[in-house]
Structure formats: structure tokens, C-alpha cells
């Protein structure tokens, strides 16, 4: 079988972010919210961190669990259990991330948002929706002149568009700082995890 399916790969990040909580969770008992902000490298994001904290504290705990389908099985199906208690450190954690620096290197992949411009007016301004850490996120990215058509047409065309850049926040704004290796990716969303 091919590459997996873009939805299949988002449910992935998301499992293997949850993992990444979950055990950064049981070292903040010692070393405080530092695990979880060094989880960050295994896609635990502020977003993320802020959505599970909520979760905890609003439903006095929570259980999330990821299985699998049969017929495309992964590793063991992940689980995570968080107490009241852990909305502290990860609300602590959201707010580190949110400040952390940029990030070289990294791969993002998604759908270029509506483009309103005629081709020749196009200044290569466009936005990403894309999967960071398990959560949708809008980053802004600016194309290169040789890049600008074929970004173009990804959007016209409703196409996923694969780039590896330098991601860079400012506040909750995301941007790809030198966009490069872009590739249009084929996305079915026929086996969503």
C-alpha cells in the first residue's frame, strides 16, 4: 500500500502528541512543566496543551483513547488519562510553548486557502491549513517568484501542498520562514484514520 492518507497521517501526529503528553505528564510530578514544554520535538504544541487542560478541568478529569481500524492496524491503540490536577502544569506548559522560538527544518503539509488575486497580481502571500500537533492550524507563508504558479494552481486546483521551512510564531500567528522542497501531495480523506 502507498503513503498513508493525509487524514490518516494527522491522526497519527495526534496519537504519537497524546503519547508524548501523557508521559511528560508523569515526569512534571518531579521535573515540573519542563518535560512537556521538551515534548514539543513529538508534536505536543500550546494549542494542545490548552485543549486537554480545559478537558481536565471543565469534565473533573478525562480518558481520550485513538484505535484503529482492523483492515489498516498501527501500533497498540494510545491512551491517556488525565486528572483534574494535570490542567495546572499543562496550562503552564501552553504558555511556555506559545513563547517558545523558531523552529528549523520542518516539514508542514495541507491545503493552500482560498487565493483571490489573478495569477499575474498573485505576490506569493498565501496560508497553509495544516496539522501541528495534533490541532489544524493556519500558518502564512511567503512563496518564492519560481514557486508562485505552482501554489497557485494548488489552490485553484484544491490540491495538498508539502513544504519544509522554518517555522516561526509570533503570538498565536504561525509563519514558514524560507519555504523549500515544495511538492504537491495527493490527499484522499478515504480511510480518516
Known amino acids: 500500500m ?11 501526529a495526534l496519537a504519537s502528541a497524546l503519547k508524548a503528553t501523557q508521559t511528560a505528564i508523569q515526569k512534571s510530578v518531579v521535573d515540573g512543566v519542563a518535560p512537556l514544554v521538551n515534548a514539543y520535538k513529538d508534536g505536543v504544541s500550546s494549542n494542545l496543551c490548552q485543549s486537554l487542560a480545559k478537558l ?3 469534565g473533573e478529569g478525562v480518558d481520550i483513547s485513538i484505535g484503529w481500524s482492523p483492515v489498516q492496524p498501527e501500533e497498540a491503540p494510545v491512551e491517556i488519562k488525565l486528572m483534574r490536577e494535570d490542567a495546572a ?24 486557502a482560498r487565493i483571490d488575486e489573478a495569477p499575474e ?31 497557485y494552481d494548488a489552490a485553484k486546483e484544491k490540491r495538498w501542498v508539502r513544504v519544509l521551512g522554518d517555522l516561526s510564531r509570533e503570538g498565536q500567528k ?20
Open 2 to 12: 502507498g503513503e498513508a492518507t493525509f487524514g490518516r497521517r494527522v491522526t497519527k
Open 56 to 58: 481536565a478541568r471543565d
Open 89 to 112: 502544569v499543562l496550562v503552564e506548559a501552553a504558555k511556555m510553548l506559545a513563547r517558545q522560538e523558531d523552529e528549523p527544518n520542518v516539514s508542514i503539509e495541507g491545503l493552500v
Open 121 to 151: 497580481r498573485f505576490d506569493g502571500s498565501a496560508v497553509l491549513e495544516t496539522a501541528i500537533g495534533g490541532v489544524v492550524r493556519k500558518v502564512r507563508v511567503q512563496f518564492q517568484e519560481g514557486d508562485r504558479l505552482k501554489i
Open 174 to 193: 504561525l509563519s514558514l520562514l524560507n519555504p523549500r522542497d515544495i511538492t504537491l501531495i495527493e490527499a484522499s480523506d478515504a480511510d480518516l484514520a
